[in-house]
């Protein structure tokens, strides 16, 4: 059974460049959830999507977009990026029916440097 | 104002002993859920343990517990018989409310244990 997995795992980017991170949910989830990860910081929720909405978005500007497809992978954009976009970016999964007590998985995480 | 506080950003300790991590939080409403994580320096979020806000007993999970003190506003996770494989970042999360899907995150603690 796989679990969540992101792609690609790390990637450099120049200033005013746009890019886009890929997650796959574990099976039979049907939510995902992105979140921004600083060097020393904990994680910065970006937004939730289900049912190919996005459900609930954190404090995050307009440059930051996503998409989930039928198959309940995601995507995460992110244009005209600046320098304080270096993060790691994590995808989560969970399933909308399940209960909280199992919290959400996580994949690897995707490394994104902006230079 | 922070919602989750970690006061102790680094904890060395003895392989074998028990440790302590402390987390408070900050919240008016009356249905949350807390949440504890592990990171490893692979980067990937492993979920540990949840305690709901209505749950009047302290959750566990093998090796974890969770010391939960309600009108003390504190969800300390309390790990027993630490292993060398323990070391990592741990992470203190809250989801507030009903219908509200976003963790708010602590800054973590680095746990490193000692052989």
């Known amino acids: 059974d796989a679990g969540v997995t992101q792609s690609p795992t790390h990637l450099i980017k120049t200033r005013g460049q746009q890019v886009t991170l890929r997650c796959s949910p574990k099976?039979?989830?049907?939510?995902v959830s992105w979140y921004q990860q600083a060097l020393g910081q904990g994680p910065q929720f970006i937004f939730q999507?289900?049912?190919?909405?996005?459900?609930q978005r954190g404090n995050f500007p307009d440059r930051f977009s996503g998409h989930q497809f039928p198959n309940y992978s995601s995507e995460l954009n992110v244009n005209a990026l600046l320098l304080g976009d270096s993060a790691l970016y994590l995808c989560a999964s969970s399933s909308a029916t399940g209960r909280l007590s199992v919290g959400q998985y996580f994949g690897p995480g995707t490394r994104l440097t902006v230079t | 104002a922070q919602k989750i506080t970690q006061t102790q950003p680094g904890m060395f300790v003895q392989e074998k002993e028990a440790v302590t991590l402390d987390c408070t939080y900050d919240t008016s409403d009356q249905s949350y859920g807390l949440f504890w994580y592990k990171q490893p320096s692979s980067g990937e979020m492993i979920f540990l343990i949840y305690?709901?806000?209505?749950d009047e007993q302290n959750a566990t999970e093998g090796r974890y517990s969770l010391n939960f003190q309600k009108a003390r506003k504190s969800a300390n996770l309390v790990i027993s018989a630490s292993q060398l494989g323990d070391s990592a970042m741990y992470f203190c999360a809250m989801r507030e409310g009903r219908g509200n899907y976003q963790l708010i995150w602590g800054a973590g603690t680095k746990l490193i244990i000692k052989p």
């Open positions: 305690q709901g806000s209505y």
């Open positions: 999507y289900y049912e190919e909405e996005e459900r």
């Open positions: 099976s039979g989830h049907d939510t």
